[in-house]
């Protein structure tokens, strides 16, 4: 537990990488234990390159990371990784040449809590022949084959990034089965990039937003879309100055012209922000939650407004 | 289990809100049974796509007010509702529902009288097909 109350299973204090074309950080940021953390963010945001630093593949150049009560820099220590599952957003091309069942033989030497009978009630659920090549499965077998062999160990923490790439409603439907009974002890974390919001929808108790290789901010979900509202209002005369009027709306996010005195205000603080619009003489037509895209597009160009 | 939990998301109150009153509604309604026991958080909020943070918070609540059990390593449970509670609750629910409505008939600026006008209209038609019901 630290001081916030709150328990983490991944926490990164300062955390600054370096690439050649990219980089990360720096991150200040904590992935709370027991819970699933859905990391939102466009492409090249730097979600794989978090999720290989997470493991120990990416030398960071300032602060401290911890995964599972490790401190990863300079540590020796890399039993922590048993505890960990993990399911990279392209499968390697040298595991190719093996089948499901072979890779599965290579993991359980690796894996201390590696159970066959759960790999194998996961290849049933999922409808996969173990026995076939990897090379020879379509995408969305390959991934699911590769989804049952880093559950299998029963990982304490569990990382996915972009489980869902290739799969069909049907698996896709399975593979949300299968996380919510991974969750059901209470004491695993799972977090999980992905674009799908239907899945971050159905999953996720946090979000992570990252942009440019920087966190944007960790929300709890159902607060987030709670509090998110666009307001439509009207002023009833030609109004001068009236987007000026509503940038002072409490809570202010952003705001569109939809028509001839007619805007969209977006704010995260609705009860308030909607009174104010009415004290200023303007009629409010309708409140509505916001999606978690438009939510996202917002604190992004609060961030480029910032940059 | 399933059960019939639908979040509106039109609605200005916040989700556990409503999850929360629909679920008392569903125990002091007697449709959901003593001793039935209710899905797990994690269950419950993949199903009502919120947050397991929710869920928990809603169980909190209804466990305070005495309305479901949990039970270390077997479930939430509902728990035994006393008959003064269901009624009270009964008229309750029939208050706000009444109130949404008059809320929607300002919204369309129409005067108490024209409300109450309305109402009577309504109590009138329904007691053509109940009966009973005096107006």
Known sequence: MTATGMDYSVSLRGVKLEHERFSLGPIECGIPRGMVTAIVGPNGSGKSTLFRALLGLEPISAGQIEVLGTRLNGNRDESYKNKIGFLAENPHMHDNPFTADEKAKFASHWYPGWDWERYRKLLRHFDVEGGIKLSKMSKGMRRKAELAIAMAHDPELLMLDEPSSGLDPFAWKTMIEELQRYMEPGDRTLVLATHIMDEIKRLADYILFIYRGRVLGLYEKDQLLDDWRTIVVQSDYAQKGGMELLQRTPGFQGLAEAGPGLYRLEVNDPEQGEAYCEENGFQVLAVQRMELEDILSCLIRKEEARR | ?135
């Open chain 2, 1 to 135: 289990m399933w059960l019939p939990i639908r979040i509106d998301e039109q609605r200005p109150e916040p989700l556990y809100h409503q999850i929360e009153v629909q679920l008392r509604g569903l125990i002091l309604g007697g449709q959901l049974k003593e001793g039935t026991l209710l899905p797990s958080i994690r269950e419950l909020a993949v199903s009502l796509k919120c947050s397991a943070i929710t869920v928990r918070r809603v169980y909190q609540d209804l466990e305070n007010e005495g309305l479901i059990r949990t039970r270390q390593g077997t479930g939430t449970f509902v728990a035994g509702v006393e008959a003064v509670a269901r009624d009270e609750h009964r008229l309750e629910r029939a208050a706000e529902e009444l109130e949404r409505a008059v809320d929607a008939a300002l919204q369309l600026q129409c005067t108490p009288e024209e409300i109450e006008k309305a109402f009577r209209q309504v109590m009138k038609r329904k007691s053509e097909h109940w009966g009973g019901v005096s107006t």
